[in-house]
């Protein structure tokens, strides 16, 4: 066996089971291998059946004394009983759906059973637990490994295959220098593969666990160390005079609220000195972070520069599009758009025109950083809705030029353990007041068989002329998810909302049906607007001031604040309602946090609390790679010694060209996928 063939070589995976594996990134035996288990169950004891104490789980062993199943062939859902263990001593083990199974057993086998212990008019029972033949290969008794769900591939069957496994142990080789293993007393690799699918002990277990945590740590660092190395402008930057900044200032139509000055004067001070200016403006949704764009791109037009911004969706763009052309309509300036829809003698026209210099700001999406696209004189660079673009398509970005100044805007709070992983390389700005007058949204958390009562709230806005936006987390229907998708919450909404006009927009729909029914809602044509999260980012309409999210659990917090930031962008006051289909404890509590604050970076924090920062930032919020092991926030301690490791290696061999580092080459490679450029 090597560690490098294919899970296919395995006995009793199939094309079926391989092609299963290999949608959850399992390919080769290796992967298996670093499929952890997410928990483990002690089953080092078996339990004598007459100590069983109802509503614990247990492992226990014994004989089939007798078996009752009433079911053909043809009968399905008979359920399977079965006596095991003698007289007193005796427990009834029920399999509801037994026809798969009943001839598993037979009369005097011995079999061994784990799960919880219930009790039925006072007979001790075991409903649906694991089994398996005494001595069999998944009869494990010991600390017994739990891995992630695979649709398809019982727990049984993986802990049989990672058993298998065991013989390869001894491929699994050190790959990182030997200082780095001796001053971090590191476990060996083999060891801590061992140990973290079949620890003899708690011990064990965590020194394991701790050498894997490292590595994926080390190659995350090392990865963006690598992207960031190209990335960051230390060279004499474009000089950006600031001197007009008061024209364009005083012929805005408010004047710039604190927090926009506080970032205005951070930026006037990057763009004052030689070198280029590398600033993350962290801002919530609404707090006016693209006035601030649109100035630095007034300056560097006045200065002889172009600019560009670039968003993570087509609506976006265009909304910026508008909004830039009001702004600049006093100003002989020239913007353009470039987005992948448009059609190809529209692109070849734009491209020509930013090659010579006729334009002096382009707007689009990740049209913008494709080979193609050649500015004359790139003096800044603008990501806007950051968390939406991987490290790499920003390092892409600011590669257009030579030098540029680099400014990325998000909306997300990251808290600043992340901030300084994702970010580390850019001074950070903060805005955190909002434009005058702006009231918060009152946000109410209703249980679903209420929502008729939010729809009449809403039926009554919309009788004032106002508009309001429904979101759900689907857009078709599923089988396996129990939510609402739009599709189906369109539906139900023509009719309760009959009188009306009701639309539906969702991220399968072409770009150009999109932007026309987001024209269509912006111009008040459209009173209730049925979406899935395309909505998430920069939709700006201020005459919406009802946002009803349904199955509001299967959010993030940060996601939702997103969203609810469409809502209370005008003067009026503005609604959010969050249905929610799940009771749980800590489901309630995160639609707590949702009603009783609209501060974005309060919600972070709370519900970093609450849940850890992998699901609030899942990969589509943040662009890192995903961590298998590891926790950013929870092993911050291990990040820091990884990071200090990974710039030392970075700063000593940019290219990672020493063929000491092939290995942590083809694991950063692996990490990142397509989002990194790292020659093998
Ligand atoms: P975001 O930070 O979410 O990108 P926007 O830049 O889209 O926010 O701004 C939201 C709205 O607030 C826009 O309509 C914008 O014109 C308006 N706005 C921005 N700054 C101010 C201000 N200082 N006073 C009043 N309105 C403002
Ligand atoms: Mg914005």
Known sequence: MNILDSVSTLKGIGSKKAKIFSDYGINTLEDLLYFFPRKYEDRRQVCPISELVTGKEYLISGKVISKRYSGGARRRNSPLSLIVGEGKDSIEIVFFNGKYIANFFNVNGEYVFY?????????????????????????????????????????????????????????????????????????????????????????????????????????????????????????????????????????????????????????????????????????????????????????????GYQSVIMAPTELLANQHLNSFKEAFCKYDINIALLCSSMKAAEKRDILEKLESGEIDILIGTHAVIQPNVKFKNLGMVITDEQHRFGVNQRVTLSQKGKNPNVMVMTATPIPRTLAVILYGDLDISQIRTMPEGRKPIKTYVVKADARNRAYDFVKERLREGRQAYVVAPLIEESENIDAKSAEELYKELTDKFRGFKVALIHGNLKAAEKDGIMDTFASGEIDVLVSTVVIEV???????????????????????????????????????????????????????????????????????????????????????????????????????????????????????????????????????????????
């Open 115 to 303: 799960g919880k212990v219930s009790e039925n008019l006072d007979r001790k029972q075991m409903l649906h637990p694991e089994f398996y033949k005494a001595g069999d290969a998944a009869d494990i008794r010991g600390i017994v490994p739990v891995y992630p769900g695979i649709k398809g591939i019982s727990q049984n069957e993986i802990r049989k295959l990672q058993l298998r496994l065991t013989e390869i142990y001894d491929q699994v080789e050190e790959w990182l220098p030997e200082e780095v293993v001796d001053e971090n007393r590191l476990a060996s690799p083999a060891f801590a593969v061992k140990n973290i699918h079949f620890p003899a002990d708690g011990k064990h277990m965590l020194q394991g666990k701790y050498r894997l945590i490292f590595d994926e740590l080390l190659t995350l660092e090392a990865g963006l160390c690598y992207l960031k190395s190209g990335a960051r402008n230390e060279g004499e930057g474009v000089a950006i005079s600031t001197d007009d900044a008061g024209e364009f200032i005083g012929n805005l139509p408010f004047r710039l609220t604190e927090g926009q000055l506080h970032a205005w004067q951070d930026i006037e001070k990057d763009l004052a000195s030689e070198k280029a200016m590398n600033r993350l403006i962290q801002g919530d949704v609404g707090s006016g972070k693209t006035v601030i764009a649109q100035l630095c791109m007034f300056l560097c037009a006045r200065s």
């Open 538 to 680: 920069g939709i700006n309409v201020p005459n919406s001031t009802v946002m009803i999210i349904e199955n509001c659990e299967r959010f993030g917090l940060a996601q939702m604040h997103q969203l609810r930031g469409r809502v209370g962008r005008g003067s009026e006051q503005s609604y959010c309602f969050l249905i929610c289909h799940n009771e749980s404890k800590v489901a309630l509590e995160r639609s707590a946090i949702m009603a009783s604050s609209c501060d974005g970076f309060d919600i972070a924090e709370e519900d970093l609390k609450l849940r850890g920062p992998g699901e609030i930032f899942g990969t589509r919020q943040h662009g890192l790679p995903e961590m298998h092991v590891s926790d950013l926030v929870r092993h911050a301690d291990v990040l820091e010694k990884a990071k200090d490791i990974a710039k030392n290696i970075i700063d000593e061999d940019p290219q990672l060209t020493d063929p000491k580092y092939v290995k942590l080459k083809g694991r950063i490679k692996k990490m990142f996928g397509d989002g990194i450029r790292l020659e093998l």
